[in-house]
């Protein structure tokens, strides 16, 4: 894998420095529900601050506002960040996505984002994989270097792209389906098993692109309704009654998964079972977390803030052996991709020129 150049060859010395950072967290009544993302962030933050930049202005896109939008609003986030590390030469900028250049890769916004910058660093490996004005446009406009982040990532996740030990289990579910399926179609052959649950799991039911066999839950949780109170029943896929959701994997499903990761020497989650947050459907991710954290056999790499808030919740990151930051990022790497956020950082090392 190609290595872009560290933040630890920049000299940061009076610079104002603008950091991409991925601050999109999960947010629960208008609180951060998990801030594994902002503290993940911070030793980037210290290490400019320390090299004596004058300014470090953070940005990061929260959630997927069609513009501006008070539910998408930074306020939390920065008060959070601020709240762990407080510096007054520490900016972070409104949300990146009120702008709609900013997912075109509108050149005129990643010049207003350079703009009286000296630098860019890029630390936000969660959005690497988006070719954004934030993430992409602006490498291109300012010297550009890898975050601390960003490198540690890229090592981790680099050791499931060669040899793994098998086998190699891959869990994958969440909402976003659009985004994944492809990815999945590209990397399903790398796995000896690929389990499949929440949302996803529904949509395969319905169409399955995929080219290769994927377990997917044989029962499920259904739900009358999409709410946290709705009337439930664990039923076979088959039984669901008409107009029902399934909202997580069903008991037999989860002890059919963690058997199978519980044989597994290389592992990859992304992505939740089901409706986590609600605890009616909470036990499927539960399942697969205790599962992938009692396999101490295996290298296990959990990514996505999802799957991640559900590990803090159960206390089980520390079992794991890389928790990632990124979701989708992880997944579009493990097709053996270069991210368009990190082809745009100069290499490591210059190639030779003879
Ligand atoms: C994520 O949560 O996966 C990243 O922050 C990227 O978000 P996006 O899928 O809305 O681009
Ligand atoms: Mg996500």
């Known amino acids: 894998m190609r290595l872009p150049r560290s933040v630890e060859t920049a000299d940061a010395d009076g610079k104002v420095v603008l950091v991409r950072a991925d601050l999109n967290v999960p947010l629960e009544d208008g609180r951060v529900a998990d801030d594994t993302r902002i503290r993940a962030s911070l030793p980037t933050l210290r290490l400019l601050l320390d090299r004596g930049a004058k300014e470090v202005r953070v940005c990061s896109h929260l959630g997927r506002p069609k513009g501006p939008d008070e539910r ?40 207003e984002l350079a703009d009286g910058c000296d630098l860019y ?20 406009l300012l ?33 976003k389906v659009e985004d994944k399926l492809g990815v999945l179609q590209n990397l399903g052959g790398r796995a000896d098993t690929v389990l499949i649950g929440g949302k996803m799991a529904e949509q395969l039911r319905v169409e399955n ?11 499920v949780v259904g739900a009358a309704r999409f709410e946290e109170d709705a009337e ?6 088959d039984d669901l009654p008409y107009a029902w959701l399934g909202l997580d994997i069903g008991p037999e499903a989860r002890s059919r998964f963690a058997a199978a990761i519980a044989g597994a020497r290389t592992i990859f989650w992304n992505g939740p ?82």
């Open 273 to 354: 079972m089901g409706v986590f947050e609600w605890p009616p459907f909470a036990a499927g991710t539960k399942a697969v977390a205790e599962a992938v954290a009692a396999n101490e056999q295996a290298f296990s790499i959990v990514g996505g803030a999802d799957s991640v808030r559900a590990l803090n919740e159960l206390g089980l990151a520390d079992r794991i052996s890389w928790v990632s930051t990124g979701g989708g990022a992880s997944l579009e790497l493990l097709e053996g991709k270069e991210l368009p956020g990190v082809a745009a950082i100069p290499s490591a090392v210059e190639p030779s020129r003879a």
């Open 209 to 219: 692109p995929l080219d290769f066999e994927v377990e997917l839950p044989v029962d």
């Open 232 to 237: 439930t029943r664990v039923c076979r896929v």
């Open 121 to 140: 660093v890029n630390d936000a490996f969660g959005s690497a994989h988006r070719a954004h004005a934030s993430t992409e446009g602006v490498a291109r």
């Open 72 to 111: 998408y609003a930074m306020d939390p986030v920065r008060r959070h960040l601020t709240g762990l590390f407080a510096d007054d030469r520490l900016r972070v900028l409104e949300n990146t996505r009120f702008d709609e250049r900013e997912t075109k890769n509108d050149p005129s916004l990643a010049r």
């Open 143 to 175: 010297p550009a270097y890898a975050g601390l982040l960003l490198e540690e990532e890229l090592r981790h996740l680099s050791r499931l792209l060669g040899e793994v030990e098998r086998p190699f289990v891959l869990v994958s579910g969440g909402a």
